[in-house]
């Protein structure tokens, strides 16, 4: 079964500075993998997402992420957080097939401070 | 285009009750999917519907069901509430069955008391 964690339950930055979330996957196969963030009271709004081909994945809001086969991973980047980037960052694993469905982490709590 | 919207947004029950909440995919869309969002499971997928089918299942009891509509438009029902049940509950839309390209709604927010 594929399992999908977020090591980092909350983090806190500075307005500005860089950003790193992580993700780890756990899958078969070659994964589907998104990162979706939610704020306060709204749905999930999809960030980015990684099916083939480059490795490197860039997303709306100035998000990229790096897809590494090797360490299972597929951490979610910024070069500069700005206030409203604050939010849940869910990171999420999709089953190829018949059975076609997202599994999400536990999500990533981000702090922006001022 | 107008979003993914659901209602009611917010909705309070009292156990052993039941309770249906109401989806309206983005217009074209035909594939609907359920997930649950509580603090201590997170994000747990529900079912999908395509076509007035029912094409995926996650792991809930049958207490939790649904059905969608020939304008795609999709509800969800849980029988015989349970404080656990509490949750948000949100709802995506996409243009084909089993896509991840998924939008989603802004949720249901379920109290049980």
């Known amino acids: 079964a594929q399992s999908v964690t977020q090591p980092d339950i909350h983090i806190t930055v500075s307005e500005g500075a860089s950003l790193e979330l992580r993700c780890n996957y756990s899958?078969?196969?070659?994964?589907?993998l998104f990162w979706y963030v939610q704020s306060p009271g709204q749905g999930l709004q999809l960030l980015l997402k990684?099916?083939?081909?480059?490795?490197l994945v860039q997303g709306i809001k100035g998000f990229e992420a790096e897809f590494k086969r090797s360490q299972s991973s597929f951490n979610l980047r910024k070069p500069s957080v700005h206030w409203s980037d604050a939010a849940e960052y869910f990171c999420?694993?999709?089953?190829?097939?018949?059975?076609?469905?997202?599994?999400f982490g536990s999500g990533t709590q981000l702090t922006v401070l001022p | 285009k107008a979003g993914v919207t659901q209602t009611p947004r917010y909705l309070i029950k009292t156990r052993g009750q039941q309770v249906t909440l109401s989806c309206s995919p983005i217009?074209?869309?035909?594939?609907v999917s359920w997930y649950q969002q509580t603090p201590g499971q997170g994000l747990q997928f529900l079912f999908e519907?395509?076509?007035?089918?029912?094409?995926n299942k996650g792991n809930f009891p049958g207490r939790f069901s649904g059905r969608q509509f020939s304008n795609s438009r999709s509800e969800m029902n849980v029988s015989t509430l349970e404080l656990g049940d509490s949750a948000l509950y949100l709802c995506?839309?996409?243009?084909?069955?089993?896509?991840?390209?998924?939008?989603f709604g802004p949720g249901t927010r379920l109290t049980v008391t």
């Open positions: 995506a839309s996409s243009s084909r069955e089993g896509s991840y390209e998924q939008y």
């Open positions: 899958y078969g196969a070659t994964p589907y």
């Open positions: 990684y099916f083939s081909g480059d490795t």
């Open positions: 999420a694993v999709g089953r190829s097939g018949s059975a076609r469905q997202l599994t």
């Open positions: 217009s074209g869309h035909r594939s």
């Open positions: 519907y395509f076509s007035e089918t029912q094409r």
